[in-house]
């Protein structure tokens, strides 16, 4: 049973309680949480070919502003253990008392940026798995179809939809059985991508540790250099590592994903504090070790070789570089733990954004129907809708597209949650907080809020004209803008509800 009084904050800071079955630990939420630093398999091969070196730095530095998210998360959490969806739902608790109509509306937007954030990971991972699998197998990826704008190969979309819908249902069955399945995948990904990211340590005559010194670019230019872009662009090397933060915080910090089951925990108090330290710890290790040992044991000349650095394929060349070995063999076991991982961080996006949801309804901005739950005690309704809305993003086809299409929401959702907690820590000083951090952290929130934000807006803009993806930035805006339609429903349906009681 849980010791936490799970009203005291819902009775003081007067909002909703989600009050979902508490059938997880701080186990539960971190594996399923793992679903956010596993996105380093499709990130790390892709700052390595662009950036090469240079990336490392700015990889380390926005992994640690995440590893600070996880633990103002962690304080929030525990605070909060009856809220629902995981950072989003923190916000408008801060913001009710000083502004109550303007909370509201805080809330439904960062909750829905979230959403659009966190459920193309589904799409995106089972696109990324389906290359892995074709590789294994032989299948045909010949770019064939073309349902929205990138083509994509029928093999891709087959394996994309079968592989989404199979994860709703385990999403379906109650966090007990989805923390089983995070569990098993969990462990099946992380210990054979944990040992990779530290064998070259152990084996001295695989690496060069002079492609990392000054942290140059592939093509031996200084950290400093300009770089030109996709678009046949050359831009200063500030905004090129403003453009690229804007391409890893929506992978880097993703390891947030743990907040989202901490409403499902056991015991809050402490679950809280130790799924989200060990969540960003673990994060910013495997984010700093992989591009490190990509560029000693492969090293410039390779990974500027698309034939030996293409992404999809990077992992089983450098681990074969590393143990000496090569052969199918090899693909398979590297191939099998690729598409595991992923198959893990698809999962969390159709279980984790579809809690967003339902704690919108349970807070009135977003329609009654989400805030339904099944048998198991999950919000079936909006998960339902997270597996829709994937099918749909599969049609974009491709990383890049999908990456840019998602960041419009994500990195800017964690904007009002880290001015929140700046307010909670003034004006409620002595609020019960189980997991406490020093009084300084509520600057170090607003600094990583102006971060964020400087990121999204001009980062985002930068980058899609960048890599090309300008049509999947703006469709990222659009979908933004879809909360207020939803938003005017839910507002119809209450008017519909007071005149029917009336």
């Not at 495997?286 to 090293?299: C, E, K, R, T």
């Not at 650095?309 to 099998?336: E, M, R, S």
Request: charged share 10%; hydrophobic share 50%; net charge neutral.
């Amino acid at each position: 049973m849980t010791k936490v009084p799970l009203q005291s904050a819902a009775a003081e800071l007067g909002y909703t309680s989600a009050a979902l079955n508490r059938h997880t630990n701080w186990w539960g939420a971190f594996v399923i949480g793992l679903a956010g630093t596993i996105l380093v398999t499709g990130i790390a091969p892709v700052m390595v070919t662009t950036l090469g070196a240079s990336s490392i730095p700015l990889t380390i530095f926005i992994t640690i502003t995440g590893w600070l998210l996880c633990l103002l998360l962690a304080e929030l959490a525990s605070m909060m253990p009856d809220r629902a969806g995981g950072s989003p739902a923190y916000a408008y608790p801060a913001f009710k008392e000083r502004w109550p109509t303007l909370a509201k509306h805080i809330n439904g937007v960062t909750a829905w940026a979230y959403w659009l954030g966190w459920f193309p990971v589904a799409p995106l991972n089972m696109i990324l798995a389906s290359l892995y699998l074709a590789n294994l197998f032989g299948l045909d990826t010949t770019a064939s179809f073309t349902p929205i704008h990138t083509p994509i190969a029928y093999s891709t979309l087959v394996i994309s939809i079968v592989g989404i819908l199979i994860f709703f249902i385990a999403s379906y069955l109650g966090i007990r059985f989805g923390a089983m399945t995070a569990t098993i995948l969990g462990l099946l990904s992380m210990i054979p991508l944990t040992f990779i990211a530290v064998a070259w340590l152990f084996n001295p005559s695989a690496v060069n540790y002079g492609e990392i010194s000054g942290f140059p670019r592939l093509d031996g230019s200084s950290f400093f250099s300009d770089y030109k872009g996709a678009n046949g662009v050359t831009y200063g090397w500030l905004t090129t590592y403003i453009a690229y933060a804007f391409l890893l915080t929506w992978n880097v910090i993703a390891m947030e994903a743990a907040a989202c089951y901490i409403g499902e925990c056991r015991d809050p108090d402490k679950d809280a504090k130790i799924a989200m330290n060990l969540e960003g710890g673990y994060g910013v290790f495997i984010y700093s070790m992989i591009p490190i040992a990509f560029l000693v044991v492969l090293g410039a000349k390779a990974l500027s070789d698309p034939a030996q650095a293409d992404p999809n394929t990077i992992f089983v060349t450098f681990a074969g570089k590393v143990f000496g070995a090569k052969g199918h063999w090899l693909d398979i076991v590297i191939g099998l733990m690729l598409i595991i991982a992923l198959a893990l961080s698809a999962l969390n996006a159709i279980m984790g954004s579809g809690r967003a949801l339902y704690q919108m309804s349970l807070d009135g901005e977003f329609p009654l129907i989400f805030r339904k739950t099944n048998s198991h005690g999950v919000p079936h309704i909006a998960m339902g809708f997270n597996t829709i809305a994937s099918l749909i993003v599969v049609m974009l086809g491709g990383a890049v597209e999908i990456y840019t299409f998602s960041n419009v929401g994500y990195t800017v959702s964690f904007v009002p949650v880290l001015i929140g907690y700046y307010l909670l820590r003034n004006d409620k000083p002595n609020l019960r907080r189980p997991f406490r951090l020093p009084e300084f952290m509520k600057y170090v929130a607003l600094a990583i809020a102006a971060l964020y934000f400087i990121i999204w807006l001009y980062g985002g803009l930068v980058y899609s004209q960048l890599g090309n993806a300008v049509i999947y930035y703006w469709a990222g805006w659009l979908v933004l803008f879809l909360y207020l339609p939803f938003y005017l429903w839910r507002k119809a349906e209450d008017r519909r509800v007071v005149a029917a009681t009336t």
